[in-house]
């Protein structure tokens, strides 16, 4: 009797935290290898969640900017299509995975953090140089 119940606490805990991913979203790590094939395979939402000064710079063609630091960052992220999947950068990876758990709480469905941020891209073919 006492197994059973234990395989039915087990086999509940399962099911609810599976069911928890499912409505939270979830986060993957992705290599800037990863990254760049996400860019071309699917209709993806780039944000880059540096400041504005950071970005000057340098940033990812294609990527729309989302400090994560801003005052209004809440709201900004809002105009974000929740059903599409998100790819998060920054400049090493710390505020983008902050970022990735606050869309995942926002109810946000796939969200990429690129591993390392963008000092790991090496895709020059997608990347912008700002001039001095």
């Not at 963008?118 to 895709?123: A, D, E, N, P, S």
């Amino acid at each position: 009797m006492k197994r059973l119940l234990f395989l039915f606490t087990v086999v509940t805990a399962l099911f609810l935290t599976g069911c928890k991913n499912d409505i939270e979203g979830e986060i993957k790590l992705v290599t800037p290898e990863e990254m760049q094939t996400l860019m071309e395979l699917e209709d993806v939402q780039l944000v880059d969640v540096r400041t504005a000064q950071e970005r000057v710079d340098g940033f990812i063609k294609n990527s729309q900017n989302i400090d994560f630091n801003s005052p209004t960052f809440e709201k900004d992220i809002e105009k974000l299509d929740k059903s599409k999947p998100v790819i998060l950068y920054c400049h090493s990876g710390g505020r983008s995975q902050q970022c990735a758990e606050k869309l995942r709480d926002a109810g946000f469905v796939m969200i990429y953090d690129l591993k390392g941020g963008i000092t790991q891209w090496r895709f020059k073919d997608y990347y912008i140089e700002m001039p001095n």
